[in-house]
T-cell receptor, first 111, second 115 residues
Framework: GDSVTQMEGPVTLSEEAFLTINCTYT??????LFWYVQYPGEGLQLLLKATKADDKGSNKGFEATYRKETTSFHLEKGSVQVSDSAVYFCALRWGFQKLVFGTGTRLLVSP | NAGVTQTPKFQVLKTGQSMTLQCAQDMNHNSMYWYRQDPGMGLRLIYY???????DKGEVPNGYNVSRLNKREFSLRLESAAPSQTSVYFC??????????????FGDGTRLSIL
């Protein structure tokens, strides 16, 4: 079945460091891909999305490119801030299927 | 804009007790979902409702029931709570019946502990 694999955390960075969180997927069709972020004590919020191959989603300095050839959707940010500390979830959806989430990656950014 | 509202935020139950988790959305969305979030397992879909009047099982429906009361409200019921149901529960909604590229909007969660 469809699945999403994320790198295990926590990812620990200093402020202004470069961030990459890896995400790969397995799907029988051509899914839409999403990154959600969960801040402590809150629900998930959509961070960005891409609906077809080579699309780049971007928001709040975060970017991810839909790579069909490597079935990947890695999340990147050039300079992280303490306020970016959260759990990040990669997810996919295809056709009428429900949203399939990865297990989440915790990011900790220190001053 | 309230978005998706869940009540209660916290609850402690004894094994065998029943309770209903409430969820309401004010975005006129057609589809609604219940997930549980457990450490190391991400979010798992319990039940969903693609439109008013319909409900379907997700990945982990056992021990739960749902009611899509109207377009706004989607409740989750535990008839006889078990310690394995200790989790954080999230309700979500999305605009269309076609799920393919539309994001889901989440509530802040209900933290449920079963003793």
């Amino acid at each position: 079945g469809d699945s999403v694999t994320q790198m295990e955390g926590p990812v620990t960075l200093s402020e202004e460091a470069f961030l990459t969180i890896n995400c790969t997927y397995t799907a029988t069709g051509y899914p839409s891909l999403f990154w959600y972020v969960q801040y402590p004590g809150e629900g998930l919020q959509l961070l960005l999305k891409a609906t077809k191959a080579d699309d780049k989603g971007s928001n709040k300095g975060f970017e991810a490119t839909y790579r069909k050839e490597t079935t990947s959707f890695h999340l990147e940010k050039g300079s992280v801030q303490v306020s970016d500390s959260a759990v990040y979830f990669c997810a996919l959806r295809w056709g009428f299927q429900k949203l399939v989430f990865g297990t989440g990656t915790r990011l900790l950014v220190s001053p | 804009n309230a978005g998706v509202t869940q009540t209660p935020k916290f609850q402690v139950l004894k094994t065998g007790q029943s309770m209903t988790l409430q969820c309401a959305q004010d975005m006129n969305h057609n589809s609604m979902y219940w997930y549980r979030q457990d450490p190391g397992m991400g979010l798992r879909l319990i039940y969903y409702s693609a439109s008013e009047g319909t409900t379907d099982k997700g990945e982990v429906p056992n021990g739960y029931n749902v009611s899509r009361l109207n377009k706004r409200e989607f409740s989750l019921r535990l008839e006889s709570a078990a310690p394995s149901q200790t989790s954080v529960y999230f309700c979500a909604s999305s605009e269309g019946r076609d799920h393919s590229n539309q994001p889901q909007h989440f509530g802040d969660g209900t933290r449920l502990s079963i003793l």
